[in-house]
Nanobody, 124 residues
Framework: QVQLVESGGGLVQAGGSLRLSCAAS????????MGWFRQAPGKEREFVAG????????YYADSVKGRFIISRDNAKNTVYLQMSSLKPEDTAVYYCAVGANVFRLSTAREYNYWGQGTQVTVSS
């Protein structure tokens, strides 16, 4: 069992920055692939960014490429999402997820454990 707790969400003006953190406890964090997803009101959950357990591969949704950076610190059992140049359309609840041997990082159903989410609101 893995428990995930997200933090770092909040209200920010367009063009601003936030850093989300996702702290994991339970099984060996370093062996899991990690992903960030988000869900806006009335919309389906969508992939934001993903990183392999080794950090060797990183993927981003086109909508955040060049603005968001995903990273992980296995020693701290934590994955981060640095968000810059935020836009109102980035407003959503952001979730982190972990999975073992995830085939496609952008596919939500391949992840085994999810956090409770943290709200990010970007005002125009």
């Amino acid at each position: 069992q893995v428990q995930l707790v997200e933090s770092g969400g909040g209200l920010v003006q367009a063009g601003g920055s936030l850093r989300l953190s996702c702290a994991a406890s339970g099984r060996t964090f370093s062996s899991y692939d990690m992903g960030w997803f988000r869900q806006a009101p009335g919309k389906e959950r969508e992939f934001v960014a993903g990183i392999r357990w080794s950090g060797s591969s990183i993927y981003y949704a086109d909508s955040v490429k060049g603005r968001f950076i995903i990273s992980r610190d296995n020693a701290k059992n934590t994955v981060y999402l640095q968000m810059s140049s935020l836009k109102p359309e980035d407003t959503a609840v952001y979730y982190c997820a972990v999975g073992a041997n995830v085939f496609r990082l952008s596919t939500a159903r391949e992840y085994n454990y999810w956090g409770q989410g943290t709200q990010v609101t970007v005002s125009s």
